[in-house]
């Protein structure tokens, strides 16, 4: 098999990941929300903002193998800072597959993440855009503080 150079340089398992996932970015700044935001929020079973507390591997057992552990995703442990959609509160763990979003939320990270329930109950996050930094959602903010109140009343 014949890998192009900047392919070599990102090393195998990023090379797999980006060659076969082929997975998009977390969302990138910007001062107004994209009109997209609306849908996800309408998709969505849980919205909140959190700061991350810890990240795990998610494990797939089928795949893995005597001395080699097929890793699945992650699963992160978050604090809830404001929920918007969902009954959220405290500490709240959610896990994002790697065939979803394939990078990894930063420690004390604060985001905005769009969620719902796998058929197990637990909460899990869909796509890389549905995983907004907060330092990216200067718009998106008050966005949802704004269609919160307006559904409340």
């Given at each position: 098999?014949?890998?192009?150079?900047?392919?070599?340089?990102?090393?195998?398992?990023?090379?797999?990941?980006?060659?076969?996932?082929g997975i998009p970015?977390?969302?990138?700044?910007?001062?107004?929300?994209?009109?997209?935001?609306?849908?996800?929020?309408?998709?969505?079973?849980?919205?909140?903002?959190?700061?991350?507390?810890?990240?795990?591997?998610?494990?797939?057992?089928?795949?893995?193998?005597?001395?080699?552990?097929?890793?699945?995703?992650?699963?992160?442990?978050?604090?809830?800072?404001?929920?918007?959609?969902?009954?959220?509160?405290?500490?709240?763990?959610?896990?994002?597959?790697?065939?979803?979003?394939?990078?990894?939320?930063?420690?004390?990270?604060?985001?905005?993440?769009?969620?719902?329930?796998?058929?197990?109950?637990?909460?899990?996050?869909?796509?890389?855009?549905?995983?907004?930094?907060?330092?990216?959602?200067?718009?998106?903010?008050?966005?949802?503080?704004?269609?919160?109140?307006?559904?409340?009343?």
């Amino acid at each position: 098999m014949h890998v192009s150079a900047p392919v070599k340089t990102l090393g195998y398992a990023s090379a797999f990941l980006l060659l076969v996932v082929g997975i998009p970015a977390i969302a990138e700044p910007e001062e107004a929300p994209t009109e997209g935001w609306v849908e996800q929020f309408k998709r969505a079973e849980w919205v909140s903002r959190v700061r991350i507390e810890g990240v795990g591997s998610l494990v797939n057992p089928a795949l893995s193998r005597s001395q080699l552990l097929a890793i699945q995703g992650y699963r992160y442990n978050a604090s809830v800072i404001r929920a918007w959609k969902g009954e959220q509160a405290g500490t709240i763990k959610f896990q994002v597959d790697l065939g979803d979003c394939n990078q990894a939320l930063e420690v004390d990270g604060e985001y905005v993440v769009f969620g719902s329930t796998d058929h197990q109950g637990r909460l899990q996050s869909f796509s890389c855009e549905d995983l907004v930094g907060v330092e990216s959602a200067t718009g998106l903010l008050p966005a949802l503080d704004r269609a919160v109140v307006q559904s409340d009343s």
